[in-house]
């Protein structure tokens, strides 16, 4: 069914190390993934997302990965700070003739040590 | 500030009760999405609604509901409410409904005694 899952429940670094955030998807026929942090108290905010036409992108101290033959997508934080720290979602977008849905895996906690 | 305005805040109220939450999109933003977010759980896509009209559906439970008025705000009701149903109502909008980033806003924490 549609599910966006995610490897590891929690994930802790040391600051200054890179972290690497991991997730599988299912549908096959999404064709465009987003990645959010959600901080405490906070609605999620988008870091960066990727078209199922490329398999990497990167942004400001963030990489996203695409595997389409193994369904998944990866997060990578460069030099992780402590302001990094938050809940980490892949999301989704499907359109199974139903209409639009973006599909959110359940998230990966990130602790940045000190 | 993501320009997604969601009131109220917090609610707290009882069992077979009903609430209605409230949501301001961006503005320019046609499209407008409910998300439930459990204690420490993922989001539940709920329900979506472009310019007015429902474009896709979740899993969302009969006894809630929700419409887009012509002035774009929308409103989530849920209705016969139960202690499984506290959790973070969080809206969403677009400018489009087919794609894109999704602006959240800062989410409604509802509590069921």
């Known amino acids: 069914g549609e599910s966006v899952g995610l490897h590891l429940p929690t994930l802790s670094v040391q600051e200054g190390d890179n972290s690497i955030i991991n997730c599988a998807y299912s549908n096959s026929a999404s064709d465009y993934f987003i990645w959010y942090k959600q901080e405490s108290g906070k609605g999620p905010q988008f870091i960066i997302d990727i078209r199922s036409n490329m398999d990497k992108r990167q942004g400001q101290r963030v990489t996203v990965l695409l595997n389409k033959t193994v369904k998944h997508l990866s997060l990578q934080i460069a030099a992780t700070q402590p302001g990094d720290s938050a809940v980490y979602f892949c999301?989704?977008?499907?359109?199974?003739?139903?209409?639009?849905?973006?599909?959110f895996g359940a998230g990966t906690r990130l602790f940045v040590k000190a | 500030d993501s320009g997604v305005t969601q009131t109220p805040k917090h609610l707290i109220t009882a069992t077979g009760q009903r609430v209605t939450l409230r949501c301001s999109p961006r503005?320019?933003?046609?499209?407008v999405y409910w998300y439930q977010q459990s204690l420490d759980q993922g989001l539940q896509f709920l329900i979506q609604?472009?310019?007015?009209?429902?474009?896709a559906k979740g899993n969302i439970l009969e006894r809630f509901s929700a419409q887009q008025f012509p002035d774009l705000h929308s409103e989530l009701n849920l209705s016969s409410l139960e202690l499984g149903d506290s959790a973070l109502y969080f809206c969403?909008?677009?400018?489009?409904?087919?794609?894109?980033?999704?602006?959240f806003g800062e989410g409604s924490r509802l509590t069921v005694l």
């Open positions: 969403a909008s677009s400018p489009r409904g087919d794609s894109g980033e999704l602006f």
């Open positions: 609604y472009y310019n007015g009209e429902e474009r």
């Open positions: 999301a989704e977008n499907i359109d199974p003739g139903g209409g639009f849905k973006t599909i």
């Open positions: 503005s320019g933003d046609l499209s």
